[in-house]
């Protein structure tokens, strides 16, 4: 069964500073992977995904993410954050082969100062 | 579109009562998914369906727990008898289909069980 692993409760950044969130899943294959958001009060929200190609995918308000095999890890990067970029961010991962769903990581919290 | 709407958006309820979620998924999505999201646990999935048959429920966590979903356009989920530990925000989403396809997600219902 896939797994994923958000190794960082929370993160603090500056605002105008870049952003690096970690994701590492566990697969025998290469999943189909996501990046959602959630705002306080707010459902999920999706900010990029990877299926195949291209491992460098850009997403939605200035984010990307790097596909990384070797690795095994999805991270979510922005060159400048935004105080609106506070909120909780999830990665999941989906299973290509099968009739399933998504498993999602625990989260990692995005506060930023000013 | 209006996106996927849940009702009621808070839900106070007491130890004993029957609670009961709703979701209206957006139009055309073929696969429905409830959520359980806690600081404990983070964001569970309990049950999806699948042309409105469920298709894997074993995330539902006690017998108490039940979730219909009677047409294309309506699904509920069920608690029976409500505890103080079904205290969570419980999140609906829809997609095209399974597996790769983005998953949209509403508001959510924030349950509190006194």
């Known amino acids: 069964a896939q797994s994923v692993t958000q190794p960082d409760i929370h993160i603090t950044v500056s605002e105008g500073a870049s952003l690096e969130l970690r994701c590492n899943y566990s697969?025998?294959?290469?999943?189909?992977l996501f990046w959602y958001v959630q705002s306080p009060g707010q459902g999920l929200q999706l900010l990029l995904k990877?299926?195949?190609?291209?491992?460098l995918v850009q997403g939605i308000k200035g984010f990307e993410a790097e596909f990384k095999r070797s690795q095994s890890s999805f991270n979510l990067r922005k060159p400048s954050v935004h105080w609106s970029d506070a909120a909780e961010y999830f990665c999941?991962?989906?299973?290509?082969?099968?009739?399933?769903?998504?498993?999602f990581g625990k989260g990692t919290m995005l506060l930023v100062s000013p | 579109d209006a996106g996927v709407i849940q009702s009621p958006r808070h839900e106070v309820t007491e130890m004993g009562q029957e609670v009961t979620l709703r979701c209206k998924p957006i139009?055309?999505?073929?696969?429905l998914f409830w959520y359980r999201q806690t600081m404990m646990r983070g964001l569970e999935l309990l049950i999806y369906?699948?042309?409105?048959?469920?298709?894997?429920d074993s995330g539902m966590p006690e017998d108490r727990f039940s979730a219909k979903m009677p047409n294309a356009s309506f699904s509920t989920l069920k608690i029976q008898p409500s505890e103080p530990r079904d205290s969570a925000v419980y999140f609906c989403?829809?997609?095209?289909?399974?597996?790769?396809?983005?998953?949209?997600f509403g508001p959510g219902t924030r349950l509190l069980v006194l």
């Open positions: 139009s055309g999505h073929n696969s």
């Open positions: 999941a991962v989906g299973d290509p082969s099968g009739y399933s769903t998504l498993t």
């Open positions: 990877y299926f195949s190609g291209d491992t």
């Open positions: 989403a829809s997609s095209l289909g399974l597996n790769q396809e983005t998953q949209y």
């Open positions: 369906f699948n042309n409105n048959v469920p298709i894997d």
């Open positions: 697969y025998g294959a290469t999943p189909y």
